[in-house]
């Protein structure tokens, strides 16, 4: 199993930056593609971005895209998700997640606390 601890959510004015940090500890980190993914109140859990077990591939919403970058340091067992121009509409509760390849992470088990962050117009 993989055990996973979301930190770095906070609130930001629109036009902000904030660094989301994602740590892993259990099964080896690096044998495993990881995610974010993002809730707001009364919605469905969204993708965000997604990272291969390599780091070689990755994927964002188009939401996301050229504002929001993913990465991974598998030596330091943790993942992050960068997010620059953040917008109102970026505020949710932002989850980190691993699984055995990208396309597995929608259905995968292995899940953070999540972290809050809030953009304020």
């Known amino acids: 199993q993989v055990q996973l601890v979301e930190s770095g959510g906070g609130l930001v004015q629109a036009g902000g930056s904030l660094r989301l940090s994602c740590a892993a500890s259990g099964r080896t980190f690096s044998s495993y593609a990881m995610g974010w993914f993002r809730q707001a109140p009364g919605k469905s859990r969204e993708f965000v971005a997604a990272?291969?077990?390599?780091?070689?591939?990755?994927y964002y919403a188009d939401s996301v895209k050229g504002r929001f970058t993913i990465s991974r340091d598998n030596a330091e067992n943790t993942g992050y998700l960068q997010m620059n121009k953040l917008k109102p509409e970026d505020t949710a509760v932002y989850y980190c997640n691993a699984g055995h390849s990208i396309p597995a992470l929608s259905t995968s088990t292995y899940w953070g606390q999540g972290t809050q962050v809030t953009v304020s117009s």
């Open positions: 990272i291969s077990w390599s780091g070689g591939s990755t």
